[in-house]
């Protein structure tokens, strides 16, 4: 490889209505999900070992698969394969009953036996939403566009495999539990378990864009 990343197209692939993802932007004029992050009971990381996260293959997610906290997006079957090469990234329409809260991104591979490859896992903290040297509180239900970096990552999804996109908003132990209070608790008997929604419409349309490698003819 003369250099990286590739040349690639950033393509954007819509969060729909009933789970699917799509290259297309969604017609509705409405629509979101929402689920319940507890920190008392996050989503816990699947990985080989505490620590663990860059040194090891990609591990199956389905062990959290009965979690009503992850809320889950997927293509079709892919009729070829798809290959990126670079920085992929999130821009999602995010609200929350807490004054702060996080939203974490997962890139899966799925495969057609169902295994869930782990790609990439991103988080953003919503009190830095418009940078890190600057936290503002979040307002109640209100709808705030975040933009996530997921880092560079290189893979293919083949022929027949899903492009999947997880979000929610704890990776235990990987990242701390955030209480989802604005200033710190002492213990996590004072947390507060917040309703998070991501919205996904016309208007409102949450993304992921990853960076897809050209066919070569």
Known sequence: MAGWPPVTAATSYYLQP??????????????????????????????????????????????????????RFRTMPLSEPVEIAGRASAELFVSTTAKDTDFFVRLIDIHPDGFEAVLASQPLRLRFREGFDKMLPAAKNKVYRIEIDMWSTAAVFAKGHRIGVQITSSDSPRFDKHSNTWE??????????????????????????????????
């Open 18 to 71: 009933s789970g699917a993802l799509r290259p297309i932007v969604p017609k509705d004029k409405t629509g979101s999900q929402s689920y319940e992050y507890d920190p008392r009971n996050p989503v816990p990381s699947i990985q080989s070992r505490a620590g663990d996260w860059l040194n090891r293959p990609p591990l199956d997610q389905r062990a959290a698969k009965d979690r009503a906290d992850i809320l």
């Open 184 to 217: 710190p608790v002492k213990s996590y008997d004072a947390a507060v378990v917040a309703t998070n929604t991501v919205h996904y419409s016309a208007d409102r349309a949450s993304r992921v864009i990853l960076p897809i490698v050209a066919v070569k003819k």
